[in-house]
Nanobody, 119 residues
């Protein structure tokens, strides 16, 4: 059972910023694509951003230019820097290991971290 632990969510006004973190067991972190997903109430979970072990990235169109995914291979941690937040970014955010940059999560979901953006 792989345990993924997300943190860093909160309540922020529109235009504000948050940085999410996800700690991942080292045995799987180093060789895997990592992804951040989100699920808003009444909607399906969607891939927001992904990063390969070599640093290649992929973003959903709605966050391009505002969100940045990064990874610290020494700390086995993946981050999501979210700037210029909008109310439509409100969701529970999850991380996971992916089969590739397009998604295909490999493990069970963690608790996620709630991001709420007020207008």
């Amino acid at each position: 059972q792989v345990q993924l632990v997300e943190s860093g969510g909160g309540l922020v006004q529109a235009g504000g910023s948050l940085r999410l973190s996800c700690a991942v067991p080292g045995s799987i972190f180093r060789r895997n694509v990592m992804g951040w997903y989100r699920q808003a109430p009444g909607k399906q979970r969607e891939l927001v951003a992904a990063i390969s072990s070599g640093g290649n990235t992929n973003y959903v169109e709605s966050v391009k230019g505002r969100f940045t995914i990064s990874r610290d291979n020494a700390k086995n941690t993946v981050y999501l820097q979210m700037n210029s937040l909008k109310p439509e970014d409100t969701a529970v955010y999850y991380c996971n290991c992916n089969a590739d940059l397009r998604g295909l999560p490999l493990y069970s979901w963690g608790q996620g971290t709630q991001v709420t953006v007020s207008s």
